[in-house]
């Protein structure tokens, strides 16, 4: 089964893959401190962002493919990336971003349930996690919605922006994910 190229439709948003045009966007969201502030890695440069859009193309393209690092567009517009990074035996490793000035219309949930619905579903994962900074309480509650049960702490987790800082590690099985859209059908929609 090919999985390039990829285009997953949620309720109102959509996951696509990145092109080249994509840098100027992409660099509204990783050059802006107050998204990265709660990310894994520093606020990026242009230079950097294009250098990050260059490997991301790439890896799609790797067959197995081991990352899903997808654009989140609202209305033909970029607004975020969602990323799934195969890890283990049917395992992967979530990741989020939404710009900014988009914050708080539920386009993150809207994306995190469309890839993990995809993860599930297609890619037949049986666990997802996500290391989410402990000051970011909107992204907890993001995943918290859709059913991932907190894990534990993991101390000086990664090392960003000159600080160490630590990570709430979550995750979802697939059985329990089935059971949530069972019990509440919407959760699986995207």
């Not at 607004?79 to 799934?84: D, E, H, K, Q, T």
Request: hydrophobic fraction near 40%; proline fraction near 3%.
């Amino acid at each position: 089964m090919t999985l390039y190229p990829l285009h997953l439709r949620g309720t109102v948003v959509t996951l696509r893959e990145f092109d080249r045009t994509d840098t100027q966007s992409a660099h509204r969201i990783v050059g802006d401190p107050r998204v990265t502030d709660y990310l894994s890695f520093d606020t990026r440069s242009l230079e950097q962002t294009e250098a990050m859009i260059t490997g991301v193309l790439e890896r799609a393209r790797h067959e197995p493919r081991g990352e899903f690092y997808l654009a989140v567009d609202r209305g033909g517009s970029l607004i975020g990336f969602a990323r799934l990074g195969l890890a283990g035996v049917q395992a992967a490793k979530l990741g989020y971003a939404i710009h900014a000035d988009q914050w708080g219309h539920g386009y993150a949930t809207d994306a995190v349930r469309t890839i993990v619905e995809f993860g599930f579903g297609v890619l037949g994962l049986r666990r997802i996690s996500a290391a989410i900074g402990p000051d970011n309480l909107p992204s907890i509650a993001v995943v918290e919605r859709l059913g991932f049960a907190r894990e534990g702490r993991l101390r000086d987790h990664v090392y960003t922006n000159g600080a160490w800082r630590d990570s709430i590690l979550y995750s979802l099985l697939t059985h329990e994910w089935k059971r949530l859209v069972e019990q509440q059908p919407d959760a699986g929609k995207g």
